[in-house]
Every structure is written in C-alpha cells, then in structure tokens.
C-alpha cells in the first residue's frame, strides 16, 4: 500500500467531508428558512482551500503520524477549529458576516468536526489491518556491510520503525574473496550485487539502500547502473556525517543536488502566512483589550510616580535589537542598574500594582505595538534583555538559534512552565528546549494551542515576580 496514495485520499476526504458538511447544514437548517446556496457553496469552498493547507501544516498527512488516533484528532480538532476562527475573522474584517445564518454555522462545525473525526477513525482501523496484513511493511535490501552499513543498521534499529523490514544485506566481496560476516547486527549477508538482481526477481523488494562512502564514486556508479533495470525505489544513504544532520531534505544549487542542512523555519507561504496571523489576530486583539490597557495605564500612574510605559533594548529576529514594550512594573530609574539583575520573589524595586501586573503577566500586553509593527510574533521565544542574552549564548548551545524567528509575547516553554526568573541554567535550557521544539515544529495550530493555554497559565502565576 502506498504512503502517497493513502495520504492522498485522506486529503480528499477531508475536503469532501467538509463540502458535504456545510451542504448537510444548509439543507438541513436554512433549505426551509430560505437563504442563497450560492453564497453558502462560496464560503464552502473558501473553507476547502484553506483546510487543505491549515491541515498540510498541521501535520495532518504525514503517513507516519496517521496510526496515531489520539495525536490525530487532537490536532484535528485544534485545525478545524482555527479554520473558523480563520473565517469569523474574514467575515468580520469583509463586514459579511450579518449574512449568514449563525445557526448553519454551528451545525456546519458541529457536523464537520463528527465527520472529520469520524475518517480518521475508520482510517485509524484501517492502517491496523493493513499493518497486521503486512500490507504497509517495507522490504529493503541495504547494500553495504562496512561502516556505513553497520552505522546505518545500528541507526534502524534504535528507531524501531514497524513499518521497515530487512530482508538481506549484499555486498560485492562476497564474490572477492574477502573475509565476510555471515550476519550483522542480527541480518543475514546474502550475496553480491549480482545476487539482489536475482534476489528481487524472486522475493518482494520495495526498496534498495545503498550505504556505502561517497568517496567510491565508480563502484557507486556501478552498482547503480545494475540496479536501473529493478522495479524498486532506489536510495543513496548519506555519508557518515548525514547522521550527525536532522531531517535533512535535498534541495539544489542550479541543477546541482545538494544536502539542505538547515533550513529557514519560516519561509515562503509559512513565513506568510505566520504575518497574517499576527497583524489579524493582534488587530483583534488590541481591540479587545484596549479598555483594560486605558485601565493599567490609570492605575500605574495613581500607584506611583513616574512613566506608563518601560522600555527594554532585546534581541529580536536575527539577533537585531528591538525596543520592547511594557508596562513600568518597578519604581521609576529601578533598572538603571547596566547589570540588568532579573526581579526576584519580594524584589523591592517592584510596585505594589506592579507585583500584580508581572505575576499575571499584564506587563507584557503593550507589546502588542510591537507585534503590530513587525517586530514581534503573538508566539514565539520570549526575548531577553541583551546582557542575559549574551550570557547564555556563551554558556547553551543553540540559544542563539532562539532568533530565527520572531519573539513572542507568549510562547511553548511559557504555557509549560519555564515563564519568569531565570536563574539556574538548566531553567534556561529546559526553555531553550522548548523554544526549539516550538521552531521545528512551527504550525497555525501550533500557534492557536498556545494562544488557548497562555490565560489559563496566567490565572496560576507561577514562577513570575
């Protein structure tokens, strides 16, 4: 069975169910009220283009994630429901929404998300039978018992993919005469190159892996052109470093192939995409919020003396400094001191509305202006003051990877925890960790998961002073 076509038939289903959701909606509460299906059948079909591709960067139709039911229709869920929120705000911002009917709109969710869940059941059921019929195994012969071959059968088997199925290893000094293993890592040698043509005839073979050093570029060349007249898919394993690079994918440099070792997290549609949301969401937002930052401001001044506002130089994307805003938490001048010393339980330089404002994080709401202006995310990794950043860049690896995107007002290694004083460095690798985790794994669900945590982390106010 194959991945691309399993894949590509949950996505068309995905589509169809949610086509046939908002027509079973409509027929069901409005083909009596009365209403244009033209103008549902509109929206229905916005909904399908942006479905396809919130639920391609949701990670909804990467195969190996598919036998995950739980994982499948908690992202789903979280998905389906950004895509409406994605439509509410279109309607508001286009001034449409007094259009359509409220309870179509429910029902069309309500009944989408049954049916969605309900494919990813049947397709969860599926997957186990085909699995258990060993109809999703792949058989794989892996050329090479060297180094590359035993690094690469000693990398498998610490995965422990189900789905991969060694059937023999091959290698031409076999037939050289030289001093061969009957077995490695617990597979059996079979024979030469020669030997897998005819090995394949016979047997089931999905793929052949050849793990032997770029460097024998002729023997490469050789085995390759044996191996042309096999109906199989054919991979060249990296050399020995690949296994020091993650994920890597291959890109080009004019019609030359090369090894992508990194890549941009954001770019293109995502990086697109990724700005839409904060310039909609955070419009939307300052909206809503504006009466209690008129209230804070008020309260600040009556409190004590000195400015509404507190600005901070930090490191923003690409490491350039930004000016963030805030709202001033500590009696006026507290932070002249160029050491920049982060506040502690019972600081006296906070406030006594400040101590409230920073256990409950309100002190972080004016930097939605800089949201506004493209210099912070809604999401992204909390920026800090530019001499705790120069510390732990000297000290954590990886920490200055933090800048390749945007920082956020909140982020992942907020919601779970790791907000507030840090002033251990395992507290500032335990958010590093997540800050990284939260940059390869970059979605608009991703980012709506976090949004829906951050007030119910507040509410606690752990580890903030």
């Known amino acids: 069975m194959s991945e691309t076509v399993v894949t590509g038939t949950v996505r068309a289903l995905d589509s169809v169910a949610v086509l046939g959701s908002a027509g079973f909606a409509y027929f ?32 909804l139709y990467r195969f190996d994630l598919l036998s995950g039911l739980l994982y ?3 992202r789903l869920t979280v998905a389906w429901s950004a895509l409406f929120f994605l439509l509410l705000a279109i309607a508001f911002l286009t001034k449409t929404s007094d259009q359509y009917s409220r309870g179509w709109a429910l029902i069309w969710y ?32 892996i050329i090479g018992i060297g180094e590359q071959g035993q690094r690469l059968l000693q990398y498998l088997g610490e995965q422990r993919n189900a789905d991969i199925r060694i059937v023999g290893l091959f290698d031409d000094r076999t037939v050289q005469g030289g001093r061969v293993p009957e077995t490695l ?14 090995f394949a005839r016979n047997n089931r073979i999905d793929q052949v892996v050849i793990a032997l050093p770029w460097s024998a570029e002729d023997r490469l060349l050789e085995i390759m052109r044996k191996l042309r007249t096999l109906p199989v898919d054919v991979q060249l394993c990296v050399d020995l470093v690949g296994y020091h ?35 909609v969401l955070g419009m939307m937002i300052l909206l809503f919020i504006a009466p209690l930052l008129a209230i804070i401001a008020v309260l600040i001044k009556l409190d004590s003396p000195g400015p509404v506002f507190f600005r901070q130089t930090r490191y923003g994307f690409n490491n350039q400094e930004i000016d963030v805003w805030k709202f001033r938490t500590m009696w006026q001048d507290a932070e002249k001191d160029e050491t920049v010393p982060q506040a502690k339980r019972d600081d006296p330089r906070v406030t006594r509305f400040g101590r409230f404002l920073r256990r409950s994080s309100l002190d972080e709401l004016p930097q939605i202006f800089n949201v506004l202006r493209g210099e912070m995310s809604l999401v992204g990794p909390r920026p800090h003051a530019v001499l705790h950043n120069e510390q732990f860049a000297q000290i954590i690896d990886e920490y200055a990877a933090r800048h390749r995107v945007k920082p956020g007002i909140t982020g992942w290694a907020q919601v ?17 960790e997540h800050d990284m985790h939260y940059i390869d794994n970059w979605s608009v669900g991703f980012d709506l998961k976090i949004l829906a945590m951050t007030p119910f982390v507040l509410l606690r106010g752990n580890n903030a002073y």
């Open 28 to 59: 069901l509460y409005l083909s009596v009220r009365g209403g244009s299906p033209e103008q549902y059948l509109a929206v229905a079909g916005l909904a399908v283009l942006l479905q396809v591709n919130l639920f391609q960067f949701s990670s």
């Open 245 to 279: 690079l993650s994920a890597s994918t291959f890109g080009r440099i004019g019609s030359v192939p090369a090894i992508n070792v990194f890549q941009k997290p954001l770019s293109d549609w995502k990086l697109l995409i990724k700005d839409v949301e904060d310039r």
């Open 72 to 74: 499948q229709i908690g």
């Open 416 to 432: 779970n925890g790791w907000r507030g004083e840090t002033d251990t460095v395992h507290k500032m690798q335990k958010r590093v």
């Open 185 to 198: 890592e617990g597979y059996a040698v079979v024979g030469s190159v020669d030997d897998l043509v005819g």
């Open 110 to 141: 309500s009944s989408g998300l049954i049916a969605l869940v309900a494919l990813r059941v049947g397709l969860y059921l599926r997957i186990r039978r085909w699995a258990s019929e060993g109809r999703l195994t792949r058989n794989i012969a």
